[in-house]
């Protein structure tokens, strides 16, 4: 067993999730690294002691470069506001840190250029924290997938809704509200919601090779937290882009805050020649699949309760037994263990700083059509 000194950065909603992983991770996979919480970091004192109580961090730091320059930290986890990440991670690259970083990689393509650089140049093992590709269900969806079960795919639909920000009254900026502000978050559901619909669709169906978008700002301006005062609000509050992926699938990706009734309801369904496959984050551990070859007098969608055991269903053998559910937590749980994995045979766990570029490529070029009301083409990685 070899021992891995965490220090994270950011004792928000993520840092909980992250933290949660950290300490759970060798408790329920076989592991040849154990994260060992040795700092927490948060620019609010009282936040990251509380956290470190909570949890059961060793110490407390309130400027991450401190944490950076101390010799006992192994990996930096970066669970920050978007603004933060091309910044926290260059210098921690700089530093000679591994580091998992949380999705998007960055606020746009150019930003994350600059973190694949550091990290390639230093030479440290990283990863983005896309996790809903650990869920169970979505794991499934790509070994069905990369089976060969759907047959040539023609379509790819993805939705990403929530409601939270219908309200003019909701400010913008600051703490926790940091997403509704464009110079921390970099854009709205584009890098929020859509990165994530973004990175499982390209790790299930290929590259995108060309994008055309609508965004809408639905409320002009708010009040900002930290000023008081009331700005003009820079994201987009909903996107929905057409594209064509490399395989010749056609596809639909939707996203907003404004769908009354929708708290998080990632949802995306696949249809190929021979088979098609959906998943609803609200149901996570059931993947519905459709299957043409069935006998007919049958035929018609199952619903796989994604949670047996004996290497039919991703992950759930380290559970508990089959039938009973996990949930979102898992996922961060899942990633952390597919990373110490990666690290432990020198092979990295997808998706990299490198990996995730894509997303961003392909954000890039949403919000740009959304401007040009043009196609636009994505960028290609190397
Ligand atoms: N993978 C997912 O499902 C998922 C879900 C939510 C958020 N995220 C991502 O995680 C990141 C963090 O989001 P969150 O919801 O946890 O945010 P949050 O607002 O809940 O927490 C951010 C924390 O960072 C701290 N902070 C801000 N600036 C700092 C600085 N300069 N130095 C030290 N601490 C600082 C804040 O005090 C706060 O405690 C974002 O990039 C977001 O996109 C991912």
Redesign the pocket.
Known sequence: MKTLNVGL?????????HSNAHRKVWNFFDLEYRPVLKAI????EE??KA?AARWGFESVE???RKLLARDDIDMID????????A??AIAAAKAGKMIL????LARNGKEAEGMVKAVEKAGVPNFV????RRIPAVSLAKKLIDEGRLGKIFHYRAKFLQDWTISKDVPQGG?????LDVKA?GSGVT??LL??CIDTALWLNGRIESVTAMTETFVKERKHQLTGKMQKVGIDDACAFLCRFANGSLATFESTRYARGHKALYTFEINGEKASIAWDLHDLHRLAYFDHRDEGKVRGWRSIHVTDHGGDHPYMDKWWVPGLNIG?EH??VHQLADFLTGLAKGKPASPTFAEALETQYVCDAVLQSAKTAKWEKVKKTK
């Not at 970091?41 to 609010?44: A, I, K, R, V």
């Not at 970083?101 to 998007?104: L, M």
């Not at 703490?175 to 997403?179: E, M, V, Y």
């Open positions: 950065i950011g004792c928000g909603f993520m840092g909980r999730a970091c948060d620019s609010n936040r990251a956290h309130t400027d991450y970066i669970c920050l506001p978007n603004n933060m990440h910044e926290v970083c949380e999705k998007p924290s896309f996790n809903y703490d926790s509200l940091w997403r978050a890098g929020d990165a994530h979102f996922s961060f």
